[in-house]
């Protein structure tokens, strides 16, 4: 966690991100100490050097009052263009291993217009339905792959065996009861 920002002009701050080659996802949010001025909040930026050491910013989205957080991916951003940004010619200094976070406190009507970098955007499906999903999937090919036909059974008293077609409805059920309510579970 960075909370401690390098302030580059009055409304633009940076957090130095080392390493960044081994980054996958860059998780943004405000501390709840200091809110942005009202109608204002903070356009989200990415940058990091390209071969020739020019440093390449990306807008990733932004955060507000109302929307304090957001994770962005930033893997494989790299290999994209860079676009507008406010952080102008600023000389940042630039370490082949070394990217920024930019945060540009704007008007809300200016971040509105603002088109983010398309593949910066994270899955809108939560982490842990996700996992769930990919769970059910893997228990699922898991269990089939021991699937026998009736005439490959050889008899064994001491071993229980629950039909394909069972775990396969268990599978079906959940999988639905999870899209209706992704924590019916709880209940």
């Known amino acids: 966690v960075q909370a401690a920002p390098q ?12 390493d960044y080659e ?25 940058c990091y050097p390209d071969q020739n050491g020019i440093a390449v910013w990306q807008l990733l989205g932004f955060v507000t009052n109302e929307k304090p957080s957001a994770i962005f991916k930033i893997s494989g951003l790299k290999s994209g263009k860079g676009s507008q940004h406010p952080f102008g010619a600023m000389n940042l200094p630039q370490t082949p291993t070394v990217a920024q976070i930019g945060i540009s406190v704007e008007l809300l009507e200016n971040l509105a217009q603002q088109t983010p970098v398309a593949n910066a955007a994270v899955s ?46 268990w599978y079906e059920n959940f999988q639905r009861r999870l899209t209706q309510n992704p924590l019916f579970w709880k209940t």
């Open 7 to 18: 302030q580059v002009a009055e409304d633009k701050f940076v957090f130095d991100l080392p």
């Open 22 to 46: 081994n980054i996958n996802h860059v998780v943004v949010f405000m501390l709840g100490t200091i809110p942005f001025p009202e109608g204002m909040g903070g356009s989200v930026y990415f």
């Open 124 to 169: 809108s499906v939560d982490s842990f339905t996700e996992f769930t999903q990919k769970m059910l999937d893997n228990f699922y090919n898991f269990a089939s792959s021991f699937a026998v036909t009736q005439a490959q059974m050889t008899p064994n008293p001491s071993e229980a065996f629950i039909p394909a077609n069972v775990v396969l409805k």
